[in-house]
């Protein structure tokens, strides 16, 4: 009773793995699915589709260890087509903001920055560009420099040039600190050096942003030079959202003392 209620089992169970197939017949019968015809969009719509697909949230691209993860899964679409390698390309380069020396502490010694590593045909898409000034003020990387092999001079595109200043160690609290061989204006006469050169490489530039944290005021030496350097070269100053400079008046403080010392009080 027994074994043949075992060989009844064993037999099922034959039948049943006879009966699998990585082949699914169940749907023989279904047509197949056709590609989607992404190419036969509006040009406008395809722009919009990789907006979604390629930009960051804060659309900024710099050489960072989490890029793996933030930056590559997005670049997969250069890799369906030549058409889509064209679109895309300038769009993940044309409407981000490429930091020009990287600011994370792995690559912030690196010999070749994020513009050095990039083929020019993806530099000549590049519209905007982010200097930051301060980190490293005692001594600045040696990356931090203008020459051939960064690969200013593809950047015909460049439209827009942002220069965030973190700190100006031209202030007294500074003194003592600035390291042997280091003047008050040694850091200010290297930014500006570097912000004019950054301009000669890129003669179609046409708006430098300027931008700071609070604690930098308007009227600070590093500022103020280069406020000055800009306007030799005739270029359009705009001021960055995060210091919320004016024209008018710039009090140096924040907050409430910020109010207070604007009327006077």
Known sequence: MHLAHDDAQTDGLESAMLGLSLDDDSHDDEPPKAPFPFFELPLELRLRIY?????????????????????????????????????????????QTIRLFPMHGRFFHTKKPLLARLPAEYREDITTMELRLGPGWGSPPKCQKVDEKLGLQDCISMRTLK???????????FNGFRGRGNA????????????????????STRVIELDAYPSVSKSSPLVVALVDAIKKTKKKIVWGPLRG?????????????NTLACLQL
């Not at 691209?61 to 390698?85: A, E, G, S, W």
């Not at 220069?163 to 609290?173: L, Y």
């Not at 400079?245 to 003392?257: N, S, T, V």
Request: charged letters at 30%.
């Open 51 to 95: 907006e979604f697909a390629l930009l960051t949230p804060d659309r900024m691209v710099d050489l960072d260890p989490t890029n793996y993860r933030r930056i590559l899964p997005r670049l997969r679409c250069f890799l369906v087509c030549k058409q889509m390698h064209e679109e895309a390309k300038r769009v993940f380069y044309g409407l």
């Open 163 to 173: 220069v965030f200043v973190e700190v100006d160690p031209s202030g007294d609290i």
């Open 184 to 203: 008050r204006d040694t850091y200010k006469i290297f930014s500006v050096a570097l912000l004019q050169e950054i301009l000669e490489q890129t003669p």
């Open 245 to 257: 400079w004016d024209e008018a008046e710039d009090c140096g403080q924040i907050g409430l003392e």
